[in-house]
């Protein structure tokens, strides 16, 4: 059984940082692409960013040149840097792991962690 955990939310200032981490364990990490979802308050679940397997990244638009994902295969976890945060981004951010080599991040497949608390507020 998959179990991901997701750690490293909290509440920030506008123009803040943080930094997420998930930790996955119960599958073999490297053969899975990794990503972050968000959803708000009374808002679909969305994609944030992805990694496939081989590295590639996707990002949302609204985060483009702001958040960096990225993985680790020896500690089987993926990160999420987060910077110059604005309320927008407000959500709980949840950590994905789904199959495949080039992965249909507009599905809710794969599994999923139990969430984090951003909150981006002055």
């Known amino acids: 059984q998959v179990q991901l955990v997701e750690s490293g939310g909290g509440l920030v200032q506008p123009g803040g940082s943080l930094k997420l981490s998930c930790e996955a364990s119960?599958?073999?990490?490297?053969?899975?692409?990794m990503g972050w979802f968000r959803q708000a308050p009374g808002q679909q679940r969305e994609l944030v960013a992805g990694?496939?397997?081989?590295?590639?990244?996707n990002y949302a638009e609204s985060v483009k040149g702001r958040f960096t994902i990225s993985r680790d295969n020896g500690k089987s976890t993926v990160y999420l840097e987060m910077n110059n945060l604005q309320p927008d981004d407000t959500a709980v951010y949840f950590c994905?792991?789904?199959?495949?080599?080039?992965?249909?991040?507009?599905?809710?497949?794969?599994?999923w962690g139990q969430g984090t608390q951003v909150t981006v507020s002055s």
């Open positions: 994905n792991q789904r199959g495949g080599l080039w992965p249909n991040w507009k599905t809710d497949d794969g599994s």
């Open positions: 119960g599958s073999e990490f490297r053969l899975y692409a």
């Open positions: 990694i496939t397997i081989n590295g590639i990244t």
